[in-house]
């Protein structure tokens, strides 16, 4: 080795200043592996905290929500074996709720623990995300090490080429480094966090257009927050939409409220990573009732991919693409429903059931050509929940005697109601009477959760039902399917609201 050879200092020289170089970037990930660990610590404390204060809102809040809907029910889920007066009783008899500041204050609470630790589980994977960069860049200084030092072993231009190498691979790693160190971890204000649980406390009492100002107070506190725009968008669309959550009535005739909600969750999935399930959800249900079906069945790819057991995500892309004429299998509420089969009929079933067949009648109407095909399949979403509610599948053919009829089929007084009888009906036939509504006069039906009928039901018979349907957009028509052993006997409709008390 020529031991006056100039390169042989510099070589030197850089290998102390790359072993410097490398102590500082342990020192730096050393800390983002601590700030990653306290992180999660705070994160499992708060998430403690966040399943306490919704356990505790469950407690008292979640029974109230299953006896409302058992009055909600009641009057119309079997009203073929109970009497009308025993019905009126056990209404009565189911409690109410108390204390309603006390359950404002422990919801709330609920909601900004949730936020805080949705936050500090952003907080904690940024800085996980940094300390296992600082890994790799360490590993790539590691290489430029080897390279400069190889240069003190060889000779000649080799020994350049080496060194020359080495500290360019230096250079990249101590760039990339300062590139990583200049990411901003994120942090969500105290206060924005406040804006956004009470954005949520009031989306949830139906207070949209108010929960859209909290909503907004956060973004104006912290711009990049992304469950702000998400909950934002939810309640834009609810706010153009007010039935959809009781009907998935959609009446945003002219859709610039819904787009301007489908822009904010295209904004929340932007500064997230495209991690959250429930901005995905917002993107399709806005594209399907814009007629952008592939729009929706990418999304519903997309969080499905995030949860793929979200069966109202799977009847959504099925009715989507039923509207673009492709097969879609999961759109059958029986496949969708499989697993809650074992729990035969319940709310949950009914209302996913209605869900399908909302959408199933927003396909029919928007694309025409489709309706015999969404048809079809409303039809079997219908025999397969009477088969989930009676516990034996309808053999989809009708008897050869007997006869149905619905008579006096009307909106009035904020209540549907109608008379169903039947004639020389043979014994165990399966009945099934589903509810529809059309809020605009030249919309799409809905078919709400609380509009459905499943009995055995033998010989003649009648019953006179109705039932309450508390609306925002009262319906302007009604409508009542009925099956016999799952096949279509009839279809009625009924005139609905005054044309002044409707929305369009």
């Known amino acids: 080795m020529n031991e006056r050879d100039p390169l042989k200092w510099k070589i030197a020289v850089s290998l102390a200043a790359l072993v410097v170089l490398g102590g500082g970037l342990a020192i ?5 592996s601590v700030n990653e660990s306290n992180s999660a610590r705070e994160t499992t404390r708060v998430a403690v905290r966040a399943m306490s204060a919704h356990v505790a809102v469950a407690t008292l809040l979640g029974v109230k929500s299953e006896l409302d809907g058992e009055r909600e029910f009641l009057s119309f889920q079997d009203p073929l074996t109970t009497r009308p007066r025993e019905r009126a009783a056990a209404q009565r008899a189911l409690p109410g709720t108390r204390d309603p500041e006390a359950v404002a204050r422990l919801r709330l609470d609920a909601e900004r623990a949730a936020l805080k630790q949705q936050a500090l589980t952003a907080t904690r994977i940024a800085w996980n995300d940094r300390s296992t960069q600082y890994t790799t860049v360490i590993a790539v200084l590691a290489a430029a090490l080897f390279l400069v030092g190889f240069g003190l072993v060889v000779e000649g231009s080799l020994r350049r080429v080496s060194y020359l190498t ?8 101590a760039g990339w480094a300062v590139w990583i160190h200049q990411l901003p971890i994120p942090s969500t204000p105290d206060a924005a966090l406040d804006a956004a649980a009470r954005g949520a406390v009031l989306t949830g009492d139906g207070h949209y257009e108010a929960a859209r100002a909290a909503y907004g107070r ?22 153009a939409n007010p039935d959809y959550q009781r009907s998935r009535a959609y009446t945003d005739a002219d859709g610039r409220a819904s787009a301007a909600a ?9 500064l997230d990573g495209r991690r959250d399930l429930m901005s995905f959800a917002l993107v399709a249900i806005q594209a399907f009732y814009r007629g952008d079906y592939e729009k929706t069945v990418e999304a519903t790819d ?3 991919a995030i949860n793929p057991r979200v069966p109202d995500l799977r009847l959504l892309r099925g009715a989507a693409r039923v509207a673009l004429g492709q097969p879609a299998e999961d759109a059958s509420v029986a496949k969708v429903l499989d697993p809650l089969s074992a729990a035969g009929a319940s709310r949950r079933v009914r209302l996913l059931a209605s869900s399908s067949l909302s959408y199933l009648a927003w396909v029919a109407w928007s694309e025409p050509p489709r309706a015999p095909a969404a048809n079809r399949l409303a039809g079997r979403v219908v025999r397969s929940e009477t088969a989930l509610t009676l516990g034996r599948s309808p053999t989809g053919s009708r008897a050869a005697t007997g006869t149905v009829r619905v008579g ?9 109601r109608l008379v169903l009888r039947w004639h020389d009906l043979p014994v165990s036939t399966a009945l099934s009477a589903v509810g529809y509504e059309r809020p605009l006069t030249r919309g799409a039906w809905a078919q709400p959760a609380e509009l459905a009928l499943f009995a055995d039901v033998a010989g003649t018979g009648s019953r006179r039902i109705s039932i309450p349907l508390d609306r925002a957009c009262k319906p302007g028509r009604v409508r009542v399917d009925v099956f016999l052993d799952g096949a279509q006997a009839l279809s009625r409709t009924g005139p609905g ?4 008390d409707r929305c369009g």
């Open 28 to 32: 730096l990930q050393k800390g983002a």
């Open 302 to 304: 997309d969080a499905l």
């Open 408 to 416: 006096g089929l009307r909106f009035a007084d904020g209540r549907l």
């Open 262 to 270: 489908a822009r904010d969750a295209e904004r929340a999935l932007a």
């Open 166 to 173: 080495g500290l360019a691979v230096a250079a990249f790693a």
């Open 497 to 500: 609201a005054p044309r002044g």
């Open 218 to 239: 956060a973004i104006a506190i912290d711009g990049d927050y992304a469950a702000a725009f998400t909950g934002r968008s939810r309640a834009g669309l609810l706010a």
